[in-house]
């Protein structure tokens, strides 16, 4: 198995975390998202342990809640020390509705209106991350309105390729994200922060992509941050508290991808950051990592019931579900990699070719294609891995489908995370 809390029990069935998923399915109905919370937990520990092992005073890894973004899921995370980052007031106001300390949350993403940074500065937001001049101006204006010095990080794009995806790499000179450092215009976008007297500009982020399976994209970004840092220090005297180098780790999806160790991974970072600090006689700021992938991708698995099994004589065999890209639009978007396997034959060898279709009215409503399932048959249910970043944040009411049920097991008893959506909730906002 892919994952170590995955097993087969003696009827042939796949389990998670202990649990029978046909009987999980048979509970809870399908499509079914089990989350595994002792997994969620284990995957912060890592991160907690290694920063406070390896990184300056002071750094502290948030979990970057677009991934999957609710409100027990958040309960988790902050109970093991983690702080949060947002991307919009929509996620802000879950973060804040699951009573997480605002204090350590920080408000991204490329477009802010005055309505979102009027909100955030109500709430009580921890830190923005500011992208641009004009989003500056409004923050310092409506700060001063409301009586407050809001704290920013600038958001600065370092220039890097960390040859990944390219929908999802966001580091480049050219990206739509923060402002670049090659041009000059960080340098004066910083300078022109510090006139601002409702900000207090506390230091600079950078996010270079995400699925990256090697520390030295992150270590070139910090290499170029904190040159900049130095830069800011010698013609500006300016202190840099955070450096915040985002979040990107990679997760193994498939039995191909690369095993990945985070600590290590963060190790060969801080000596990096500690090398490079001493290099350009700068003390370390507090480093800031914002993984979301790597805290939740593989801690959840979907469960479908399979409804047909089609071949077309001479072509190619489609297996349909009753699910898709409503509950993960990963394939359809960017050609994602899963592991998919047929969880009630999950003890027979897995040798049918075939195609796993979603059931939307859309050709491209595939979580799958080319893969090996166990004798596929209707009524089997089949379990997609690592589901649990980027699908049910990114899930949609297309083709007026419900979105699906999240459970959340830990030390074999079961809870709803997320409840399943009802035709009722699809009329919601009809008048
Ligand atoms: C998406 C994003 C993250 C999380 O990336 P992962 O690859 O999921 O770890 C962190 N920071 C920012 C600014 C992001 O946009």
């Known amino acids: 198995m892919l994952y170590s809390n995955l097993s087969v029990n003696e009827k042939g069935h796949l389990t998670i975390a202990g649990l029978d998923a046909v009987t999980l399915v048979e509970q809870y109905g399908s499509p079914l998202m089990v989350l595994d919370e002792n997994k969620v937990r284990e995957n912060c520990r890592t991160y907690i342990d290694a920063v406070k092992k390896y990184l300056p005073t002071g750094s502290k890894p948030l979990y970057a809640g677009k991934a999957f973004c ?13 702080g949060a980052d947002v991307v919009s007031p929509g996620e802000l106001y879950v973060v804040n509705a699951a009573n997480f300390p605002l204090e350590y949350v920080y408000f991204h993403g490329n477009n802010k209106t005055d309505e979102d940074i009027t909100f955030a500065i109500k709430t009580g937001i921890g830190r923005f991350v500011a992208d641009n001049r004009d989003e500056l101006i409004s923050i310092d204006r409506i700060a001063g309105e409301n009586g407050k010095k809001q704290r920013v990080l600038l958001r600065l794009s370092p220039g890097i390729d ?28 910083l300078k022109f922060a510090l006139t601002l007297k409702n900000i207090e500009v506390e230091g600079f982020h950078c996010h270079i992509g995400s699925q990256i399976f090697e520390s030295e994209p992150f270590c070139d970004a910090a290499d170029i941050m904190l040159r900049f840092v130095a830069d800011a220090k010698e013609n500006l005297g300016f202190e840099t508290k955070y450096l915040n180098l985002g979040g990107g780790f990679g997760v193994r999806y498939v039995e191909s991808h690369p095993k990945i160790d985070i600590a290590d991974n963060i190790k060969k970072l801080g000596e990096h950051v500690n090398a490079a600090c001493e ?25 479908y019931r399979i409804g047909s099994v089609k071949t077309i004589t001479g072509y190619k065999s489609y297996v349909s579900i009753d699910g ?32 796993i279709a979603g059931r939307c009215c859309e050709s491209g409503d595939l979580i799958q294609e080319g893969v090996k399932v166990a004798s596929p048959e209707r009524g089997d249910i089949l379990a997609v891995l690592t589901t649990g970043a980027y699908n049910y944040s990114m899930a949609s009411n297309y083709n007026r489908i419900c979105r699906p049920a999240v459970i959340i097991v830990k030390d074999g008893e079961t809870r709803v995370g997320i409840r399943r959506e009802t035709f009722e909730d699809l009329i919601r906002y009809d008048m």
């Open 324 to 355: 898709g890209m409503t509950d993960n639009p990963r394939y359809a978007l960017y050609g994602s990699e899963y592991t998919v396997l047929n969880a009630s034959k999950a003890d027979k060898s897995a040798d049918f070719v075939c195609t």
């Open 279 to 303: 290099r350009f006689g700068i003390t370390a700021p507090a480093i800031l990592l914002e993984p979301g992938r790597s805290i939740v991708a593989d801690t959840c698995t979907t469960l």
């Open 70 to 82: 609710f409100k027990s899921l958040y309960n988790i995370i902050e109970s093991e020390g983690m």
């Open 162 to 189: 960390p040859h990944t995806h390219a929908k999802i790499s966001t580091g480049n000179v050219d990206s739509k994200f923060g402002t670049a450092i090659e041009t000059g215009q960080a340098t004066e976008l």
